[in-house]
């Protein structure tokens, strides 16, 4: 996911040698790949490596060779076109522009629709973030561009809600890969669950419910009073969808760092069976210690059916 992996891959960068150990749920970049320099970082994500092999093989397939590029500013989306290029170039794909969407660019609404309008290539991939995107639909909805087959990323083509912005007709025919969606038995249950007498004392616990149930504790002549008892059951919201496409990848990164844990704590006779090293008290790991953690880590199949 690109702001969080621009942000993430430049603080790994700085501090990696004092850096804990981290497993990201949403981080695509190609570039943390580099043990060289993110030696500390892992993920139960695929790398964008992937996603841009399978979209030159997409355009392959349907014999798109003739092609067009807008990528949103960042590491992400830049790297991304970059990769691209190589790839496509390998299977005979050729590409006629790369424009860099920059937000801030006053130029650039004029400049991605006279290239769109004069272009000879009918297909355009747009690798960018959600948030670029969004910015994007809103610039070319209504302007009577040429229809485009569009090849998204999937930063945003899973993101239904772009369709509410009245880009449902630039939209129509939009391809790409997601993320796979799966279920995890009872963690809809356990969410929903929640009740504010379940941790009384919880500051976090109290705003998020004030927040969710427009209501408050205090007593208030703006906002109705809360009595703890609403029901998550009613409302909808992100923390109550447990159909996101990024929730197994958390329900993974938590997972593997349990069994990581757990496999170092192991002790027969003195020693640990993982390791061959002494055993390890739980109350002194240092995150230096969990450095070891990849080795668990790929020993660990958790499955996502």
């Known amino acids: 996911m690109p702001s969080h992996t621009t942000m993430l891959s430049y603080g790994l960068r700085e501090y990696s040698p004092h850096f804990r150990r981290r497993i990201s749920h949403l981080s695509t970049c190609a570039c943390l790949s580099d043990k060289r320099l ?3 970082f892992f993920r139960t994500v695929p790398s964008d490596e992937f996603q841009i092999s399978a979209l030159v093989q997409l355009m392959k397939h349907f014999g798109w060779q003739w092609v067009g590029i807008i990528h949103s500013a960042g590491v992400y989306a830049s790297d991304g076109a970059a990769e691209f290029i190589k790839q496509g170039k390998a299977e005979g794909i050729c590409v006629e522009y790369v424009i860099s969407f920059e937000l801030y660019d006053t ?17 355009v991939l747009l690798y960018m973030s959600l948030t670029y995107m969004r910015d994007f639909l809103k610039m070319v909805n209504g302007n ?11 930063a945003w083509i899973s993101q239904v809600d772009l369709a509410s912005l ?14 796979s969606r799966s279920i995890i038995p ?27 149930f427009d ?18 059951r009613t409302i909808t919201s992100a923390y109550t ?12 990164a938590v997972y593997s760092i349990a069994h990581a844990l757990n496999a170092l704590l192991r002790c027969e006779n003195g020693l640990n069976p993982t390791t061959g090293k002494h ?26 059916d």
């Open 107 to 123: 130029k650039i609404e004029h400049k991605v629709k006279e290239k769109l309008k004069a272009s000879t290539s009918s297909v």
């Open 215 to 232: 209501c408050s504790f205090s007593p208030s002549n703006n906002t109705k009073l809360c009595t703890g008892d609403e029901d998550l």
């Open 186 to 212: 009872g963690l809809a249950e356990f969410l929903l669950s929640l009740k504010v007498s379940d941790e009384p004392e919880s500051v976090m616990i109290k705003a998020f419910w004030e927040s969710f």
């Open 279 to 304: 055993c390890v008290n739980k109350t002194d790991i240092q995150p230096k210690q969990v450095q070891y953690v990849h080795i668990y880590i790929c020993m660990v199949y958790l499955s996502t």
């Open 166 to 179: 009245g880009s449902k007709n630039v939209l129509h025919g939009a391809m790409g890969f997601a993320l």
């Open 241 to 252: 969808n447990t159909e996101l496409r990024s929730v197994r990848n958390v329900y993974t």
């Open 38 to 40: 993110y030696p500390t």
């Open 144 to 154: 009577n561009l040429p229809r485009k087959q569009w090849i998204g990323s999937e």
